[in-house]
């Protein structure tokens, strides 16, 4: 039985989106992934990124925060701009400052953790907020630390990578994304590498995030996370927007048949 969803964050003409895209395409040669997306997320949006395999979803995340260049699109950050710049078929980013920047207020997530395996936790924690963002090495510390033990990882700060599990690397490497108090998070997959008795660790690391009102975009295929805390949920099909909407609307089915079929087995599990 599916619990009472997040309420949706206001959205109407006076709010800025946190991300804002328009006629977003990415094309690989002649193969195109992305195939003219339209989306909006506003701040304290919860939104979980379904689809099934190769239909675009990851491309789309990275996209957003450019480690993918779009072939064609607009987006924006916090109601920022990026400066992309049309040369031949495909865009360039015209200000790498301004990518760096804006990296730290939408930090992203990756499936396979990304930490740095010749560091420790701690360090790792600490490596991007002391020469990226120029703070304190004390200060940057102390909210390390604080992380950890939000996480419940304080007992592995000295450990390197390879001596964690892979829910404890994960569980690293969102404290990591958070010690840069970035405005948005950016979940590829989180949970995906992970073998299933690890999952619920990262979850409920997640979920805790999620009730504090954290801009949130998952891509995800945690059916009952993505139905239960997400505030709206967007269905990607061969790198078209098919279905969007309230989740317990879309899982209750009848709102979109292409939909309804991709989380049949969900539902009848």
């Known amino acids: ?14 709010t800025v989106p946190a991300i804002a895209v328009d006629g977003l395409h990415k094309r690989y040669g002649a193969i ?19 689809g099934a395999s190769g239909s675009g ?24 701009q990026v400066d992309l710049r049309q ?27 990304c930490l740095w395996s010749h560091m420790t ?22 909210e390390a630390e604080a992380m950890l033990r939000r996480v419940g990882l ?28 970035p405005r948005g998070l950016l979940f590829d997959e ?11 660790e990262v979850l409920k690391v997640m979920r805790d995030l999620a009730a504090e009102g954290r801009t949130m975009l998952i891509v995800t295929h945690e ?7 997400s505030s709206r949920i967007v269905f990607l099909e061969q790198g078209r927007i098919k279905a969007e909407g309230l989740p317990l609307d879309l899982f209750r089915g009848g709102v979109n048949e292409r939909f309804d079929q991709f989380i049949s087995r969900f539902n009848q599990a």
């Open 87 to 113: 040369s031949g078929d495909a865009l360039h980013i015209g200000n790498r400052r301004q990518v760096d920047r804006l990296r730290t207020q939408v930090a992203m997530v990756f499936q396979n953790f």
């Open 190 to 200: 989180p949970t995906s590498a992970l073998d299933p008795e690890l999952v619920g």
């Open 121 to 142: 936790v701690l360090e790792n924690l600490m490596e991007a907020p002391i020469h990226v963002q120029r703070r304190g090495r004390g200060e940057v510390r102390e």
């Open 32 to 50: 195109e992934v992305l195939k003219g997306i339209d989306f909006r997320a506003h701040e304290g949006e919860v939104i979980s990124i379904l």
């Open 1 to 14: 039985m599916a619990s009472a969803s997040r309420p949706a964050a206001a959205d109407n003409a006076s």
């Open 154 to 181: 304080i007992d592995r700060a000295k450990a390197y990578p390879a001596q964690l599990s892979g829910g404890q690397q994960q569980r690293a490497a969102i404290a990591r994304a958070l010690v840069m108090k």
């Open 223 to 229: 059916m009952a996370f993505a139905r239960d805390v």
């Open 57 to 80: 979803k990851s491309t789309f995340l990275r996209c957003l925060n450019l480690l993918e260049l779009p072939s064609a699109g607009r987006l924006q950050i916090f109601g920022e």
